[in-house]
C-alpha cells in the first residue's frame, strides 16, 4: 500500500464515490416511494409547525444525550445512548425537511442558500423558533436523571408515534412507522436500568428516586395539547397528545411498581403567561444547549461538510 496512513486510502482519488466502503454502503432513502402530497385539507402552516414540534423535541434530546459520549458509566452504555441519540437524530432530520417541504417559508433567512433544509432548521433557528418540550432541554444530571426521562420521554413518544403510525399525512405516517421500532428499544433500554437501579441497592434506589424527582414536573406539559395539534388531530394527521396519557401513566406505574419506586408528588413545572416550550418558551438553559449545538455552523456558515 502506497498510502502514508490509512485515512489517505480512505479519500484515494476515483473511489470517493457513494459506492465506497469507507462511505457506507447500501443505503436507501427512507423516504423512497412515500407520497409527499399534503393531504388536500390540511392547512401547510399547521403541519410544518406540528413537524417542527415532533422534531425539535428529538433534535435537542439527541443533543443532550450526546453529552454522555465518553462519559457513561460503562462502556456497553456510551455505545447505547450515542445510538439513541443517532435514532432521535435520523428521525429530528426527516421531519424537519418536512417542515420545509410542506412551508417552505419556515426555512430560516439567515442560513446560507447551500444549506440543506434540516440544516437550515436546526443551526440557524433562533432559541423562540424552537418548538420541542421543555423537558428535553434540561441538563443531562446524573446517569439516574438521564434514565428518569429517558422513560417518561420514551414511554410518551411511543405511544404517540403508534398512533400516528396511522396519520393521513403519509411521510408522517413513514416516520412513525420506522420511529415504533426504535422508540420500543429506547424504553426498554430505560426500563430495564429504572428496575437495576430502583430495585438495587439503598444507595442506587434513593439516587433514581431523586433522578424521578428531577424530571418529573414536566412531564405534565407532553400532554397539553396545542390549538395545531387539536386541529390536525380532528383531521386525522396529528395526534391529541392527551389521548395518550392514560397508556404512558399504565406503563410506567408497572415499572415504578417492579422497581419499588413510587409517583413523586411534585407540581408541574408552570408554564410563563400561559406560554410554554410549544409557543417558544423555554428555560434559560436552552440558549446555552443552542449555543454549544450551533456553534460550528454559524462560526462558518460557508463550510460544507
Known amino acids: 500500500m502506497s498510502f502514508d496512513n490509512a485515512y489517505e486510502a480512505l479519500v484515494e482519488p476515483g473511489t470517493t464515490d457513494e459506492a465506497h466502503w469507507a462511505f457506507g454502503t447500501g443505503f436507501a432513502d427512507q423516504m423512497t416511494g412515500v407520497d409527499r402530497a399534503v393531504p388536500s385539507d390540511a392547512d401547510a402552516g399547521n403541519l410544518a409547525a406540528y413537524c417542527l414540534m415532533l422534531a425539535d423535541d428529538a433534535l435537542v434530546f439527541s443533543q443532550r444525550l450526546s453529552e454522555w459520549c465518553a462519559n457513561s458509566p460503562e462502556l456497553e452504555e456510551d455505545v447505547a ?9 435520523g428521525q429530528a432530520r426527516l421531519l424537519l425537511a ?4 410542506v412551508a417552505p417559508e419556515v426555512r430560516p433567512a439567515a442560513a446560507p442558500a447551500h444549506v440543506p ?9 433562533d432559541e423562540r423558533d424552537f418548538r420541542n418540550v421543555r423537558m428535553v432541554e434540561q441538563e443531562i444530571g446524573d446517569f439516574a436523571v438521564t434514565i428518569a426521562r429517558l422513560l417518561l420521554f420514551s414511554s410518551w413518544r411511543l405511544a404517540l408515534f403508534q398512533r400516528l403510525a396511522t396519520s393521513r399525512d403519509p411521510v408522517l405516517a413513514a416516520v412513525a ?4 421500532k426504535e422508540l420500543a428499544y429506547h424504553r426498554d433500554h430505560a426500563v430495564q436500568w429504572t428496575l437495576r437501579l430502583g430495585d438495587g441497592t439503598d444507595y442506587s434506589h434513593e439516587r433514581m428516586r431523586a433522578g424521578l424527582a428531577r424530571v418529573w414536573p414536566f412531564q405534565p406539559e407532553l400532554f397539553t395539547p396545542t390549538p395545531v395539534e387539536l386541529r390536525l388531530a380532528e383531521q386525522g394527521i396529528a395526534v391529541d397528545p392527551a389521548d395518550v396519557r392514560s397508556e404512558v401513566d399504565n406503563v410506567v406505574d408497572t415499572v415504578f411498581g417492579a422497581a419499588g419506586l413510587e409517583r413523586p408528588q411534585l407540581p408541574e413545572l408552570s408554564p410563563v403567561a400561559g406560554h410554554a416550550g410549544r409557543d417558544g418558551i423555554h428555560t434559560e438553559l436552552m440558549g446555552y444547549l443552542l449555543a454549544e449545538m ?4 454559524r462560526s462558518h456558515p460557508q463550510a460544507v461538510w
Open 81 to 89: 445512548l450515542a445510538n439513541i441519540a443517532l435514532d432521535l437524530l
Open 98 to 101: 418536512r417542515a420545509a417541504e
Open 117 to 125: 433544509d434540516e440544516d437550515a432548521l436546526a443551526y440557524f433557528r
Open 294 to 297: 450551533q456553534h460550528l455552523a
Open 177 to 180: 412507522a420506522k420511529g415504533c
